[in-house]
Antibody, heavy 121, light 110 residues
């Protein structure tokens, strides 16, 4: 059964980069059937897609975040990562990683446990 | 403002049938599949409906999805207390080249 385990700091200072990692077990990130995504949810608010990475390493980003986002994969560790640069308080949110279906990027299943990242000095 | 529009709240009594709407446009719902997610309090979202009306294994058949034109709906029949949750619709948007979510609907079981 596929499982996603998130890791990374829960507190980031303003203007610094946010970095999170999602470790995949029970499946491979280079599977041609799937892609790997990041979604976030500010406290008390709805879901926002950040971006996705497919098996070939191609990336797809939310246009509103594209200038600050990098999603990459490490096949040796079967992990994929999110880096969001120059964070502000508006980036405070629970960040989720999830597997998506290649060609159906809105199909997220399963999801990681979520990581609350607070941006504060 | 979310690209996909959902009512912020819905309610029903046990045993009732409730529907939650999701309204979009030609570039998202009108031309792509709709997905529904259930998010119980304090937990990660869970896939409830995929490709407009398909249920993953383990999702009760009380949950059903439909799509017509640029709108979609999630129906829950035989409402139970454990259905009290937030529900989100999602779709790919061809114009934005990205995934868009609805703002979410909080379902209360009275």
């Amino acid at each position: 059964q596929l499982q996603l385990q998130q890791s990374g700091p829960g507190l980031v200072k303003p203007s610094e980069p946010l970095s999170l990692t999602c470790t995949v077990s029970g499946g491979s990130i280079i599977s041609r059937s799937f892609c790997w995504g990041w979604i976030r949810q500010p406290p008390g608010k709805g879901l926002e897609w950040i971006g996705s990475l497919d098996y070939s390493g191609s990336t797809y980003y939310n246009p509103s975040l594209k200038s600050r986002v990098t999603i990459s994969g490490d096949t040796s560790k079967n992990q994929f990562s999110l880096k969001l640069s120059s964070v502000t308080a508006a980036d405070t949110a629970v960040y989720y990683c999830a597997r998506c279906s290649f060609g159906q990027f809105s199909h997220f299943d399963p999801w990681g446990q979520g990581t609350l990242v607070t941006v504060s000095s | 403002q979310s690209v996909l529009t959902q009512p912020p709240s819905a309610s029903g009594t046990p045993g009732q049938r409730v529907t939650i709407s999701c309204s979009g446009g030609s570039s998202n719902i009108g031309s792509n599949f709709v997905y529904w997610y259930q998010q119980l309090p304090g937990t990660a979202p869970k896939l409830l409906i995929y490709r407009n009306n398909q249920r993953p294994s383990g999702v009760p058949d009380r949950f059903s999805g439909s799509k017509s034109g640029t709108s979609a709906s999630l129906a829950i029949s035989g409402l139970r207390s454990e259905d009290e949750s937030d529900y989100y619709c999602a779709a790919w948007d061809d114009s934005l080249s990205g995934v868009v979510f609805g703002g979410g609907t909080k379902l209360t079981v009275l």
